[in-house]
């Protein structure tokens, strides 16, 4: 039996067959049409149909930024999709003769790496995912934790900077504003001097190896590792993945988290050390987590 699952993004939508593995049998992908919650609607319906034709599935996941109800059911809120509180999985289910789940797509990443990636050896998991913004997924003693309301794990919003710098949800200090790919533009900037820099040249700074650009990834991963400390005081995990597009910088970004974490954390010198690893998933982490999180809830039906 196969599960299948769907990743939403702003520009694409990307959907695969996995396996109980966690192996991807297929995949395919359609342009996101992201301004019509009708649309949206249709791809999802089509992709999950193309890739269930002939196959024997019992369930599939969706995946898609933003805040989900604690039912993975409906979607309360999507930043970049026209959704709100919309009832997505009773919608889906009316056209698919199959069980349906929701959940937000870094919480799924983040079950895949704890299922099938840098996490799986660990029962106590937190993941950082460093793009654009800072997404985050826990995994307390085996099991994903979304909170009271669904709308848990959204760690890019813990406090970091009292009255620091604004951030996208329109609060201020949040580990958002100094811990993303945004922010780690703006420490290039100020490390080459060059206030004109953009993505694609700091980029290939980083490819380079260019000293000036580890030195923006040690000034971001120090914030990171600052939000680490303080995560560890409430959450203990065993292990931190870091993923996302800056965590292609490896032990160049591990190292400055790991250091500022020992330096930050609450009982230094006796607090046991977690390990920090680089998810191993990639683009893949969207959707397998989906699917393997529709395997789970189809196993309870």
Not at 11 to 28: M, Y
Not at 59 to 86: K, M
Not at 148 to 174: K, T, Y
């Amino acid at each position: 039996m196969y599960s299948i699952g769907i990743d939403i993004g702003g520009t694409k939508i990307a959907g695969a067959l996995v396996n109980d593995l966690g192996e991807i049998i297929s995949q395919t992908q359609v342009p996101s049409p992201a301004q019509s919650a009708q649309a949206m609607e249709d791809a999802i319906v089509g992709l999950i149909q193309e890739l269930s034709a002939g196959n024997p599935v019992r369930a599939a996941g969706v995946a898609a930024a933003g805040f989900i109800d604690a039912a993975q059911s409906t979607v309360y809120y999507a930043p970049n999709i026209a959704w709100r509180n919309e009832p997505l999985k009773d919608k889906l289910e009316a056209r698919i003769d199959l069980p349906i789940v929701i959940e937000n797509d870094a919480n799924a990443a983040g079950w895949a790496e704890y299922r099938f990636g840098a996490g799986k050896s660990f029962t106590h998991m937190t993941m950082l995912t460093i793009g654009t913004g800072v997404g985050g997924a826990i995994i307390a003693s085996g099991e994903l934790f979304t909170g009271g309301f669904g709308a848990g794990a959204e760690l890019g919003h813990l406090r970091v900077q009292p009255n620091g710098l604004e951030c996208g949800c329109g609060q201020r200090g949040c580990i958002e504003a100094y811990g993303s790919g945004r922010a780690l533009l703006r420490y290039l900037r100020e490390e080459t001097g060059n206030p004109d820099l953009d993505a694609d040249q700091g980029k290939k700074l980083l490819e380079i190896g260019d000293e000036a650009a580890w030195r923006a990834v040690s000034t971001l991963g120090n914030w990171m590792g600052i939000a680490c400390a303080s995560l560890s005081a409430v959450l203990d995990p065993q292990v931190y993945v870091i993923g996302g597009g800056v965590a292609a910088a490896g032990e160049h970004l591990l190292k400055p988290i790991r250091d500022s974490f020992l330096a930050n954390v609450s009982a230094k010198g006796y607090h046991p050390e977690p390990e920090f690893r680089i998810a191993e998933l990639v683009n893949d982490a969207g959707v397998v987590g989906a699917a393997d999180l529709a395997r789970k809830h189809a196993e309870k039906l």
